[in-house]
């Protein structure tokens, strides 16, 4: 089970009939939790997500206080719509339209050209909404990876004078002092790497990653990982696996 403020999530990996009546008895002792201390859940908001590749899975009409959980494909959990596939078209899509409307709302309220006043809003309102949770989704297929850069290349014509809205984007960052999303993402998530490494952001590090002690390359530094074998694209492209060649390839400082 896991607790933020007033969200709860209880999740168990299930392999059989037995797993799925041990997590029913999960729920039934949250509600009796609950009505010990009078802290009643929401049946109608509360839902069920199966996350598997299985095609023809069913999944088990699970119970709580007496009301079926509706069985959803798609969800969102602290503002990151999870799918029961591990897809990020989803949350990819909602993040572009979130992005867009502000940075339609700057160009209706700044006027064109102002490359300070534009890029310090653009930072300040937009970027947050790009790479909110991005170590945990960033997306690996390139629509995806497209979609989030076009945002960045709109608003990046914009912030700069006229003469200069044809540059090529690449020069049109330099120009601005940004950076592409696709790099920025790629330092946050080994900034998150180097976090739960160092115990830093509540996650066991013991968990999610492996220190590789006997590697037969030349070391740049203390803490290189090993790499985990992924046998399915959403583990392939995870945190904890995508990270790791470019966290090996670090120099010692």
């Known amino acids: 089970m896991r607790l933020f403020a007033d969200d709860n999530k209880v999740y168990r990996i299930i392999y059989d009939k037995n797993d799925e009546k041990q997590l029913q008895c999960d729920l039934n002792m949250l509600r009796k939790w609950s009505e ?4 009643h ?10 996350v598997t590749h299985a095609r ?8 709580l206080s007496g009301c079926t959980l509706q069985s959803v494909s798609e969800m969102v959990d602290l503002g990151v719509s999870l ?3 591990l897809s990020w078209n989803t949350q990819t899509h909602n993040v ?5 409307k502000i940075v339609g709302f700057l160009k209706r309220n700044v006027s064109p050209g102002n490359k300070e006043v534009f890029s310090c809003l653009y930072k300040a309102l937009v970027i947050p909404i790009l790479e909110y949770a991005v170590p945990l989704w960033s997306p690996y297929l390139q629509k995806n990876i ?5 945002v960045q290349r709109r608003a990046s014509k914009y912030a700069l004078p006229i003469s200069s809205r ?3 984007y690449e020069e049109r960052l330099t120009m601005l002092g940004w950076s592409s999303l696709q790099s920025r993402r790629s330092y946050l998530s080994l900034l998150e790497c180097y976090k739960t490494i160092h115990g830093l952001n509540g996650l066991k590090c013991d968990d999610d990653f492996e220190f590789n002690c006997h590697s037969r390359t030349r070391s740049n530094h203390s803490f290189k990982l090993r790499q985990p074998l992924a046998r399915v694209n959403c583990f392939l ?6 990270v790791i060649r470019q966290w090996n390839a670090l120099p010692e400082r």
């Open 36 to 39: 010990n201390w009078q802290l």
């Open 41 to 50: 859940f929401h049946p109608d908001k509360c839902e069920n997500l199966c």
């Open 56 to 63: 023809d899975f069913t999944s088990y009409p699970y119970k």
């Open 83 to 85: 799918t029961s596939n």
């Open 96 to 100: 572009v339209n979130k992005a867009n």
């Open 146 to 150: 497209d979609a989030l850069e076009r």
């Open 166 to 168: 044809d540059s090529p």
């Open 237 to 242: 492209h995870s945190l904890f696996v995508r």
